[in-house]
Nanobody, 121 residues
Framework: VQLQASGGGLVQAGGSLRLSCAAS????????MGWFHQAPGKEREFVAA????????SYADSVKGRFTISRDNAKNTVYLQMNSLKPEDTAVYYC???????????????WGRGTQVTVSS
């Protein structure tokens, strides 16, 4: 299984970025997909999750109203649209896949390498 995240970069506060995560080696539409981030010196934290069909989503309180998770099962890809970015959003962002049928903030089976997001003030 491979999860390849991309789309990170340097952006000014208030700006936007769209992260992508391309999956291979798994039946993509059978997995809940999630995004997490880890800032320097901090533990990895849940950001967002999306159900198999894309019909249900869940977000951390810190990103509600600013971030949107979506998926394209035909392309085996999950996205994270990040708007109104803040310096505190600076972190490495990881995508992950879970076999569980419900939206979860932990218990993910596969993880990708992260992509760095840096928000300048």
């Amino acid at each position: 299984v491979q999860l390849q995240a991309s789309g990170g970069g340097l952006v000014q506060a208030g700006g936007s970025l769209r992260l992508s995560c391309a999956a291979s080696g798994l039946t993509f539409n059978s997995y809940v997909m999630g995004w997490f981030h880890q800032a320097p010196g901090k533990e990895r934290e849940f950001v967002a999750a999306i159900s198999w069909s894309g019909g249900r989503t869940s977000y951390a309180d810190s990103v509600k109203g600013r971030f949107t998770i979506s998926r394209d099962n035909a392309k085996n890809t999950v996205y994270l649209q990040m708007n109104s970015l803040k310096p505190e959003d600076t972190a490495v962002y990881y995508c992950a896949a879970s076999r569980l049928s419900r939206l979860v903030t932990s218990s993910y089976d596969y993880w990708g390498r992260g992509t760095q997001v840096t928000v300048s003030s």
